[in-house]
């Protein structure tokens, strides 16, 4: 199955449903497999005393996370005509919920499973309703410690969950390639025996793609229509340009991954002759001559007697007579 790869537009649409659609035209433009959202009614999502993350401070200034929120939320009649339209241009439509109310409208609205971000990981309330739709799962686990990844991935199964695919993450935007820690994605899949993939949050498309070749099955990257737009999320997400360019690197890697055994590709047969080695006569020898490391050497093309039978043929009698720089021609028994 092919990695699958979720366009990230989050909340880079700026409350407006129109840009909303623009994003998904670029998602479907650059070969993503599906478009992503956030849904959420800022008053059930944050208290009126909640701080801000310091790059949003620095991105948004000094306004409350609640105002800053209020400003980028999209109405529930937008997300189904949004639905809609990627339905008409042919892109998967998934939006993350990130409150109760939220939720069970995604769940009328019909989504192919649920993207619980890191901030719920711990939110057991909300784990047991997403749990509860019957509908796959798959978890952010960023500011996770593995024993609170384990209380949600018990929790989302006893709630039902028919399947659970956790996704490594850091959520610093963006985060330092230092802070990345990749290898804790196959440490998760070690841990509890589920399919995990990667939710990036670093500039550039190098991590992703590093992601793919560590095993990740799906990969999250947000994306907007240009960095220099005014929002929370704009300064550490990819550019058209780039996302399209991510998932043309993320489809040749798993091409190049291929499967575990080890023998020539059908393109590189043709370069065996070419670039091997065979025994060769060394000086003009005589036929019955004894073959000697005096009067043989190896070099190519590879068309002859490999020389991994070097001491096989030494001692044996020439069958002919032979230039220099001749393919020597040995059979087992030519042997004296």
């Known amino acids: 199955m092919s990695v699958y790869i979720i366009a990230e537009a989050g909340v880079n649409h700026n409350g407006r449903y129109e840009l909303a659609c623009r994003l998904a035209d670029a998602a479907k433009a650059a070969g993503a497999d599906c478009i992503k959202f956030q849904t959420f009614r800022a008053e059930n999502l944050v208290s009126r005393t909640a701080g801000k993350a310091d790059y949003q401070k620095k ?4 306004s409350s996370q609640l105002a800053m929120l209020k400003q980028l939320e999209l109405s529930f009649d937008d997300f189904r005509k949004l639905k809609a339209y990627c339905e008409d241009i042919g892109i998967q439509f998934l939006s993350t ?14 989504t192919p499973f649920w993207k619980i971000p890191s901030g719920e990981a711990t939110n057991l ?35 039902g969950a028919p399947e659970i695919r956790l996704l490594h993450c850091n959520t610093e935007y963006p985060t330092p390639f230092e802070d990345v820690n990749l290898r804790a994605m196959a ?20 991590v992703p793609v590093a992601a793919v070749a560590l095993g990740a099955t799906v990969i999250e990257k947000h994306f907007t229509l240009d960095r220099n737009m005014e929002g929370p999320d704009h300064k550490a997400s990819l550019e058209p340009a780039e996302l399209a360019a991510m998932v043309s690197a993320i489809r040749n890697v798993e091409q190049a991954l291929g499967t575990a055994e080890k023998k020539p590709s059908p393109s590189e047969r043709k370069n065996i002759a ?20 005096d009067n043989l050497t190896v070099k190519r093309p590879g068309s002859g ?21 001749e393919l020597i021609e040995w059979e087992p028994q030519s042997r004296s």
């Not at 991105?59 to 000094?62: A, E, I, K, Y």
Request: glycine fraction near 10%.
């Open 187 to 206: 440490v998760m899949r070690d841990a509890f025996g589920l399919e995990v993939g990667y939710s990036d949050h670093t500039r550039g498309i190098e």
């Open 97 to 110: 919920p990130f409150d109760m109310e939220s939720l069970a409208f995604l769940d009328g609205l019909g």
């Open 59 to 62: 991105t948004t200034g000094d």
């Open 125 to 159: 309330p909300f784990l047991l309703a997403a749990a509860k739709t019957g509908r796959p799962v798959v978890l952010s686990t960023g500011m996770c410690e593995m024993e609170e990844i384990r209380a949600a991935v018990e929790a989302l199964k006893k709630g």
């Open 305 to 325: 007697v490999s020389p991994m039978r070097w001491f096989e043929v030494l001692g044996s009698r020439a069958n002919r007579d032979y230039q220099e720089d």
């Open 274 to 293: 070419v670039a091997r080695k065979s025994i060769v006569a060394k000086t003009a020898i005589a036929a019955g001559e004894t073959l000697t490391e």
